[in-house]
């Protein structure tokens, strides 16, 4: 699976963003889809998953009511709107697929096997 990451930018603090993952090789539909990020000096962290079957998400704490994963098995792609930014929100984000289909490991970044090239997105306060 080659996935490719796009939509990252600079954006206001309150703002909003549009992330978008295309994937290629495979099609995800057997994949727990994830976003992740890591911020300058910081771990890479998990931020959302949206689950293979497509009926359930999970979210970090931090980005709870403000972000929203989506996937289109269809199209082969996974989208993250983010909405109220905060500069803490800055990072590159990273799409990622796990062929683990456990919930256990949805928040667990050494499950995922694939990884996008990551798109920055910056928040200015």
């Known amino acids: 699976v080659q996935l490719q990451a796009s939509g990252g930018g600079l954006v206001q603090a309150g703002g909003s963003l549009a992330l978008s993952c295309a994937a290629s090789?495979?099609?995800?539909?057997?994949?727990?889809m994830g976003w992740f990020r890591q911020a300058p000096g910081k771990e890479r962290e998990f931020v959302a998953v949206?689950?293979?079957?497509?009926?359930?998400?999970y979210y970090a704490d931090s980005v709870k009511g403000r972000f929203a994963i989506s996937r289109d098995n269809f199209m082969n792609t996974l989208h993250l709107q983010m909405n109220s930014l905060k500069s803490e929100d800055t990072a590159v984000y990273y799409c990622?697929?796990?062929?683990?289909?456990?919930?256990?490991?949805?928040?667990?970044?050494?499950?995922?096997?694939?990884w996008g090239q990551g798109t920055l997105v910056t928040v200015s306060s």
């Open positions: 990622a697929a796990n062929p683990d289909r456990g919930l256990p490991t949805v928040r667990d970044d050494n499950r995922y096997a694939y």
């Open positions: 090789g495979r099609s995800l539909r057997g994949y727990n």
């Open positions: 949206a689950r293979w079957n497509g009926g359930h998400t």
